[in-house]
């Protein structure tokens, strides 16, 4: 991922913030709509040599013909059973199958999947948030009730594809081997009750669980702490297997990444003294075990 001089990079915000904000009013469907015309296109070229309507195609593969019209008319995701079936109706001799790598990949916006990329590449994360429970510990009911709360708000298929690529991320939790995972969550954070408030609980109760792994250490900020070097806003800093070492920092609208090593060093000497300023790993696993009973 390429930054220019400043540390920022060339091409503007690069994905979403933790939140579920974006600078852009339209579908971050971006280049990837090019690989779903194509497979749409493909799909289509050889349903016609079978000398099959869409609605044959559809009875064949155990879909509808809506879904057959979408995905060809590049409106709609195919699911890789979809792309199996359809190869195997249409006798395609693995050619359509084989497009489910190019399609899993299109399926999330390029502003997510860069983001996915530089966290694969990490030995070592550390990430304060101090507005909503970190993306990498939400779960999916709070990830969408979320997403629901963005104005102007989403479309349905967007919103539903931010879902998808936001929980397709937390593979990066079972990753093997595991990178060290940092986590400094605000108070507020874990008493706002997003999605109403079983969906807090449920919440309250995953960060319990993923708190329990041996590579995860999540932290609380309690909001009668006096002294709080994160007040400039959430950040993350993000240490990479070749050594150098990236951060980010989220505001309104835009997501920036830091390649500046003293604008990075900058960003490790606060999220230092956050993680010391914080209850400990211990505490604070009490702590949100406090707030579940409350909740």
Known sequence: MSVDGNGTSERGPEYTTDGA??????????????????????????????????????????????????????????????LKNADQALQAGGRIAAMAKDVAEARYPKKVRDLTRLEAEAVEIGAY??????????????????????????????????????????????????????????EATLRRPIGGRMALRRQLE???????????????????????????????????????????????????LIADPKEVQILEMRYGTIRAQALTPRESLAFIEKALGET
């Open 129 to 186: 948030i101090s507005t909503v429970i970190d993306g990498l510990l939400q779960t999916e009911e709070y990830t969408r009730a979320l997403f629901s709360l963005r104005r102007p708000p989403y479309g349905e298929e967007e919103l539903e594809r931010l879902v998808a690529a936001r929980m397709a991320r937390q593979a990066l939790l079972e990753q093997q081997p595991p990178p060290m995972l940092t986590f400094v969550q605000e």
């Open 206 to 256: 995953h960060l319990l669980d993923v708190g329990q792994l041996r590579h995860v250490a999540i932290q609380v900020m309690p909001t009668a702490v006096e002294e709080h070097s994160g007040l400039g806003g959430s950040l993350r800093v993000l240490k990479l297997k070749d050594g150098t070492t990236v951060g980010q920092n989220e505001v309104q609208l835009t997501s920036r």
């Open 21 to 82: 904000d974006s600078a852009c009013w339209d579908s971050a469907v971006d280049d990837d709509g090019a690989v779903l015309r194509t497979v749409g296109r493909q799909i289509k070229l050889w349903r016609e040599a079978a000398g099959l309507k869409q609605s044959e195609l559809g009875k064949a593969i155990g879909y509808g013909e809506d879904l057959v019209s979408s995905v060809e008319r590049a409106r709609r995701v195919p699911q890789p059973e979809f």
